[in-house]
Antibody, heavy 120, light 110 residues
Framework: EVQLVESGGGLVKPGGSLTLSCRTS????????MTWVRQAPGRGLESVGR??????????DYAAPVHGRFSMSRDDSRSTLYLRMNSLRPEDTAMYYC???????????WGQGSLVTVSS | QSALTQPASVSGSPGQSITISCTGT?????????VSWYQQRPGEVPKLMIF???SRPSGVSDRFSGSKSGNTASLTISGLQADDEADYYC??????????FGGGTRVTVL
């Protein structure tokens, strides 16, 4: 069974930093493309970014609102995905989901989410 | 970057069929069949319902179907049921970036 479990969320002041983790099991993480998607309270889904597998160069792409502030990485030995968030803003307040990307870009499995609140 | 436009809300009575549209602005959206649909019930995690325009993952009811014509993709729910009440999002994969989502459609069963 595929499982994705996020952790690391919490309350942080504007300008602060936070790192989210997504621990996975049930599939070959090393071959997987992974994504982060966020959802602000009462709002829709918004992509944060995508990271390719090591075999595909481990390249990461980011959505414009987080480009230059957020960074994705992966530890294939731990089957874990990370999202480092710097220079956080109140508008980054959201539930952050990690998701497994398969085929032509559809998100097949999602974690339960980790809530990030940016407030003074 | 492409934007995906969905109606804010769609409603129907039990047993009826409803269709949610998703209109893209990019040539890439029109050219490729990289459209997916997600259901999100209140308080729940999004769930993949349709991928590659019209394919259903294992376990998803065949009451859900997808199609695409030109720059508009559609999700049809037939035999509407009370537990179909949810927000539905279309998604499109872009070759040089990540997935983009539509703004979401709230489905209400009357």
């Amino acid at each position: 069974e595929v499982q994705l479990v996020e952790s690391g969320g919490g309350l942080v002041k504007p300008g602060g930093s936070l790192t989210l983790s997504c621990r996975t099991s049930g599939f070959n993480f090393g071959d997987a493309w992974m994504t982060w998607v966020r959802q602000a309270p009462g709002r829709g889904l918004e992509s944060v970014g995508r990271i390719k597998s090591r075999a595909d160069g481990e390249f990461a792409d980011y959505a414009a609102p987080v480009h230059g502030r957020f960074s994705m990485s992966r530890d294939d030995s731990r089957s874990t995905l990370y999202l480092r968030m710097n220079s956080l803003r109140p508008e980054d307040t959201a539930m952050y989901y990690c998701a497994l990307m398969v085929g032509y870009g559809h998100l097949d499995n999602w974690g339960q989410g980790s809530l990030v609140t940016v407030s003074s | 970057q492409s934007a995906l436009t969905q109606p804010a809300s769609v409603s129907g009575s039990p047993g009826q069929s409803i269709t949610i549209s998703c209109t893209g602005t990019s040539e890439e959206f029109s050219k490729y069949n990289y459209v997916s649909w997600y259901q999100q019930r209140p308080g729940e995690v999004p769930k993949l319902m349709i991928f590659d325009v019209s394919s259903r993952p294992s376990g998803v009811s065949d009451r859900f179907s997808g199609s695409k014509s030109g720059n508009t993709a559609s999700l049809t729910i037939s035999g509407l049921q009370a537990d179909d009440e949810a927000d539905y999002y279309c998604g499109s994969y872009t070759l040089i970036s990540t997935v983009i989502f539509g703004g979401g459609t709230r489905v209400t069963v009357l």
